[in-house]
């Protein structure tokens, strides 16, 4: 039996319910903060990665997907390609194609896979989903104001609430500029020097091609080292300490409580000042919902003009995690099981259940063959709140029988006000 790739998995109702739930309301959130839906193809060049993500992280050096294009024309053979292990570098790279800043589209959000070579865990699959969403344009347009940082944090805050998400907290650090980054980087390497040789093999590597990506680090054995090490505070100019005390100004103003962690510096090299992570506790030690951060520089990186911009990535597979209680809840069940009774009458019950769904009813329809005692538990089995019997009395008479299988009440009901009295109850 042929099954899904380790790493990769079928998504099944009632679960499936329960992630349009959770995309229904991010659409509706998005909506109401004016951010416009975006769809990029689901595989670039990898040279997009490389120069957008970051060479030397451990998503381009470890974990993406790769291959040579053998197309048919000529011009396409022999260029690296790569399924995308985020969606970030794409956007970007879609502004710039397409000169977005003409159209006045700054604020674009996305839903859909990615696709990362790594160890599966709870949470974590190689084909992934994201949901996210990037502020970017002209510094004219107010995209580097520190008001559209807390804008973000503060969409995020609200999206949770809705989601029924409580006990998050959300962690919140400053990576600084360029300059900043140059000199954080030297010091860091100093004061790894002496002491990285007893830490893991990644640190190591780390260590010499990328010391931010220590921090990244989860070998118990490392954190004693890890928290005697410099901290990315001690070294932001004045620019973007001013920058990072406005962001909290404002989200103390709007209500959204957060904490400072000086240790957060995000996994991907496009990252500028405001750094944060979203994080819940029901799901252990891997623990992140979602993050994201500024990447004022990265339209630059890609050959764009400048571009300040912030922006988030949900993980979408965690998120549900978070709410699998949830998934029966927000499946609906259908409102009216149709029990056609004798010969002929699959095609009233057929007539009927169309009008029915015009009144946005779910309706499930039964099979003529079926004894009355069988349609009544199949219609208990899927739930249905009531069950609609359509015999040739009924029809002639333009009357229903209409039971209430939770209450065990039955009526009947004219044709006419069927709909309204479903939906009443």
């Not at 992630?19 to 416009?36: L, Q």
């Not at 804008?151 to 300059?179: H, K, M, P, Y």
């Not at 799901?283 to 988030?312: C, K």
């Not at 079926?370 to 089995?381: I, V």
């Amino acid at each position: 039996m042929i099954k899904a790739v380790r790493g990769t998995r079928d998504l099944l109702p009632p679960e499936t319910a329960l992630w349009n739930f959770v995309e229904a309301a991010v659409r509706d959130v998005f909506r109401a903060y004016n951010f416009h839906e975006i769809r990029t193809p689901i595989f670039e060049s990898t040279e997009l990665f490389a120069r957008g993500v970051g060479e030397e992280t451990d998503v381009v050096a470890k974990e993406m997907y790769t291959w040579e294009d053998r197309g048919r024309a000529q011009s396409d053979k022999g260029q690296s390609l790569t399924l995308r292990p985020e969606n970030t570098a794409s956007v970007v790279r879609a502004y710039i194609e397409h000169k977005l800043w003409d159209r006045g589209l700054n604020k674009l959000y996305y839903i859909g896979p990615q696709f990362r070579r790594e160890r599966p865990q709870k949470g974590r699959y190689r084909q992934f989903y994201q949901i996210g969403a990037e502020i970017i344009g002209p510094a004219s347009a107010g995209s580097e104001s520190p008001a559209r940082d807390a804008e973000v944090l503060e969409l995020l805050a609200t999206l949770l609430d809705r989601l029924g998400i409580r006990d998050w907290t959300l962690q919140l650090n400053s990576v600084g500029c360029a300059n900043d980054r140059a000199a954080y980087n030297e010091a860091l390497r100093k004061a790894l020097e002496p002491v990285v040789g007893g830490m893991c093999e990644d640190c190591k590597r780390r260590a010499v091609t990328n010391p931010l990506r220590v921090f990244d680090c989860k070998v118990p054995e490392d954190q004693p080292i890890i928290d005697k090490l410099p901290r990315i505070s001690q070294f932001l100019d004045e620019g973007c300490r001013r920058h990072f005390e406005q962001v909290q100004e404002i989200l103390k103003a709007v209500g959204v409580p957060f904490v400072l962690n000086d240790r957060l510096v995000r996994g991907l090299d496009y990252y500028t000042r405001t750094a944060f992570e979203f994080t819940h506790g029901a799901l252990g030690a891997q623990n992140a919902i979602l993050g994201g951060g500024r990447y004022d520089g990265l339209s630059e990186s890609l050959g764009g003009p400048s571009a300040p911009g912030i922006g988030f990535a949900i993980g979408e597979d965690r998120l549900v995690l978070t709410l699998q209680e949830s998934a029966e809840a927000v499946q609906r069940k259908p409102d009216v099981y149709i029990a056609p009774l004798g010969a002929g009458m699959d095609r009233e019950a057929a007539r009927l259940a169309r009008e029915l769904r015009r009144h946005d009813l779910v309706v499930e329809l039964g099979d003529e063959n079926f004894r009355l005692k069988k349609s009544f538990e199949t219609a208990d089995k899927l739930g249905a709140r009531f069950a609609l019997i359509v015999g040739e009395n009924e029809v002639e008479s333009g009357s229903f029988a209409l039971k209430n299988l939770e209450a065990g009440e039955q009526v009947s009901v004219p044709r006419a006000e069927l709909a309204g009295k479903i939906q009443a109850r």
